[in-house]
């Protein structure tokens, strides 16, 4: 049983499965915020996809007989050319984009010369298979080589020399076209030698389009993560409501040089001089403020506060900010992060009132795992700490034109080298 | 003319799976309703339990859930392999 506005997605799934006659009934959209007496009517009611009284669909789904073609399922061979057929470079483009191979802005195409070039960036081989990407977890897993990878890039913009990082992405296993109803994005942030050999900018503007690396990285992720995984096409493989613009392009260099605290990826057990990319998935919420002012603490527990619980919080400080915050005692990234963890409050009764809190945590709460299950025994009025200190995390970056910060929702989703991929 | 690369990667094949045998009649038999945990999906599944007592109590209806979202529940599909007769999962958003 699903919701109808997911009948595409069901009927590709069943056929991934090689169950393509799979038996599947319909109840309206939505089932969440739905009174039992609406839910009732749901079940009296008509299928709307098939027209027919919803417990028939049910009903017959369980008890009609099966035929020959349900004995066996489906099997068959699916398979990808390395090359499309020959043409004009805007009859080419025009099917790139007919096919959602794009982000909807004009690409380089991958010729042959443009994707040789690109993996010159790389020692690795062109047909060693670097991962595997899909676009949500049930979905089948597509796999990809570092060829593959390379006609992204190229499509993208990016130089050879960026190669190595756009690898390490692709190898992560996190997509960057999540197919979640959230419409997620990824936020990459990059650390170590690599940033200055390729000329990542971490100053002025540097979560805009003002540098090269950083734009077509970013793009670079995203294409690859769609083409890949099998596509990211709305009412398809993609099923976000809202979207998220952050999904053209989301990385950032941290600027280590100018921060006083410790880098991002040597918090995480990495050298100083290693080449890492850490990949933060959200980009859900965006809170901004100044600061420290002198109403500082009032402002973050607002901030914090205002935040969808279920989805961790990545601030970006400019090194303005994080001069201050050390000047109020704050010398290390994890005293602030204490901070704000001790600081991030909600009622119990506002925390479990979040669809997908009760989606992803009651089922942890419920089997007694912590912190959920203290959460869970809380009394509803009680406030409760909302995010542990592993789950936030602290970056400098930013042009010192101002104290600015951003707090983007953002879970740290894996932590990987790029060095790895030179 | 341009010749240009495919930029899709590589699907897994596809393999056929049977059905489940469908059953002749529905009296008697235990239907596992399995809550899928999205929000509301309980408030959906007893409403369809209801349904099941009043217009057919002749079935054995049996709410079921995973530990887990998302996961496959070893030990929940084991039990209802072991007395369940048929299973309806369900619900989407």
């Known amino acids: 049983m699903h919701t109808h506005v997911f009948k595409r997605l069901c009927n590709a799934t069943a056929l991934a499965m090689g169950m393509p006659r799979l038996r599947q009934a319909y109840v309206p959209q939505p089932v969440v915020d739905r009174s039992a007496a609406d839910l009732r009517a749901y079940i009296e009611g008509q299928d709307p996809i098939s027209k027919r009284p919803f417990m028939q669909e049910v009903l017959d789904g369980l008890l009609s007989p099966l035929e020959d073609a349900d004995l066996h399922g489906l099997s068959f061979e699916r398979t990808t050319p390395r090359l499309v057929e020959a043409d004009t470079e805007d009859n080419l483009q025009r099917l790139f984009e007919q096919n ?22 790389t020692s690795h081989p062109p047909d060693k298979v670097v991962g595997r990407l899909r676009p949500t977890a049930f979905r089948e897993y597509w796999e990809f080589t570092v060829e593959k990878v390379a006609v992204n890039a190229v499509m993208a913009g990016a130089r050879p020399e960026y190669f190595p990082v756009i690898l390490a992405l692709a190898s992560s296993g996190i997509s960057a076209r999540s197919s979640s109803t959230n ?48 596509g990211s096409v709305p009412d398809d493989t993609y099923m976000g409501s809202l979207g998220n613009w952050l999904a053209y392009t989301a990385v950032l260099p941290e600027a280590e040089e100018r921060s006083p605290w410790q880098p991002l990826h040597v918090q995480k057990g990495f050298k100083p001089t290693d080449s890492v990319a850490s990949i933060f998935f959200g980009g859900w919420y965006t809170h901004a403020g100044y600061g420290p ?60 009132d979040n669809q997908w809190i009760q989606y992803l945590m009651r089922p942890r709460a419920v089997a007694g795992v912590e912190p959920y299950a203290s959460r869970l025994k809380a009394d509803p009025d009680q406030a409760i700490k909302i995010f542990e200190p592993s789950e936030i995390n602290i970056v400098v970056a930013g042009g010192e034109t101002q104290g600015a910060w951003k707090m983007i929702s953002g879970s740290l989703r894996a932590t990987v080298s790029i060095d790895a991929w030179r | ?9 590589y699907p897994p094949k596809v393999v056929g ?74 619900v989407g958003l």
């Open chain 1, 100 to 121: 959602c191979w794009t982000d909807m802005l004009p690409v380089v195409l991958p010729t042959e010369a443009r994707v040789e070039a690109m993996l010159e960036g």
């Open chain 1, 183 to 230: 419409s997620f994005a990824t936020i990459t942030v990059v650390n170590g030698p690599i940033r200055k050999e390729i000329a990542m900018h971490d100053g002025i503007g540097v979560m805009g389009p003002y540098n090269h690396a950083n734009a077509t990285i970013g793009r670079a992720y995203g294409l690859l993560s769609q083409n890949l995984q099998g």
């Open chain 1, 293 to 352: 002012r002198a109403t500082w603490q009032e402002k973050m527990r607002r901030s914090l506060a205002a935040v969808e619980q279920y989805s961790q919080p990545l601030f970006v400080m400019d090194p303005i900010v994080a001069r201050g915050f050390v000047d109020l005692g704050f010398d290390t990234k994890e005293k602030l992060i204490a901070w704000c963890a001790d600081n991030a409050l909600m009622t119990a009764r506002e925390y479990w």
């Open chain 2, 1 to 9: 003319m341009l010749t240009v690369h495919d930029p899709r990667g």
């Open chain 2, 17 to 90: 799976k049977r059905l489940a045998p469908r059953l002749s009649s529905l009296d008697g038999k235990t239907v596992y309703l399995v809550d899928c945990l999205f929000d509301n999906t309980d408030v959906f599944m007893e409403q369809l339990r209801q349904w099941f007592a009043q217009h057919l109590p002749a079935v054995n209806t049996r709410i079921a859930r995973p530990k887990e979202t998302w996961s496959d529940d070893a030990q929940m599909r084991a039990a209802i392999a072991a007395d369940g007769d048929a299973a309806i999962l369900g």
